[in-house]
């Protein structure tokens, strides 16, 4: 079976890709951004094509879609830009030049968003959220391990999610604990930063907000 687990950068899949590893099971999954790696400092072009898409994910796969608060996903990119990744994408602008920039900026989430909402829609993949896991971790890694036709009892799948809690995961990764790169430091940044619904308050201007709100929420 082809599994894949797709969510644009920063969007929390760390948390649910550790759990599934506790679970063995995350070297079955195939996870990556689908074209919006955010990982290469020559900076590839974006690949915007839907019905690319529409081909590539035709329902013979079996996909998981996570998605999260957009502000929050552009304030967390910001600051792997800036510091896990800052030796090869050098950005020296502001977080309000981050948000609005050609490359990197939000303009280019939304159409990821709105494109993966309707494959979603349209029964190509399975829709979860950063926010549901914050409210029900263990039902949400349940419903992913079901969706991917594992069959894992449920003590294994309460201590996995048990061992996926953020101050766990944190301290893992600041001791050089796990042996994939993706849950370690670099540049001394951490991939575990604060793990938090709405932080981008505490981030932004409110002229930051408006710009953000009227991209991800006005149509």
């Not at 679970?23 to 990982?39: P, T």
């Not at 094509?49 to 998605?67: I, Q």
Request: charged share 30%; proline share 3%.
């Amino acid at each position: 079976m082809d599994r894949q687990f797709i969510s644009f950068p920063k969007s929390g899949r760390s948390w649910l890709r550790y759990a599934l590893s506790r679970l063995s099971l995350a070297d079955r999954i195939s996870f990556h951004h689908d074209g919006f790696e955010y990982n290469d400092g020559t900076k590839p072009p974006l690949d915007f094509d839907y019905a690319k898409r529409l081909a590539k994910y035709d329902g013979s796969k079996r996909v998981v879609y996570l998605h999260r608060d957009p502000r929050d996903v552009m304030v967390s990119l910001f600051y792997q830009v800036t510091g896990r990744f800052a030796d090869f994408f050098n950005f020296r602008g502001t977080m309000s030049e981050f948000i609005r920039d050609p490359y990197f900026g939000a303009e280019n989430l939304q159409i990821f968003r709105r494109q993966w909402e309707a494959l979603c829609k349209d029964g190509r993949a399975l829709s979860i959220s950063y926010e549901s896991c914050h409210s029900d971790f263990p039902r949400v890694l349940a419903s992913v391990v079901s969706y991917y036709s594992f069959e894992i009892d449920e003590k294994a799948l309460a201590a996995a999610a048990k061992d996926a809690e953020f101050e766990k995961m944190k301290a893992i990764e600041q001791k050089s604990e796990f042996c994939e790169t993706w849950l370690q430091l670099r540049n001394g940044a951490p991939k575990v930063r604060r793990g938090r619904i709405g932080g981008f308050v505490d981030e932004l201007t409110a002229a930051d907000i408006d710009y953000l709100n009227e991209i991800f929420f006005q149509e």
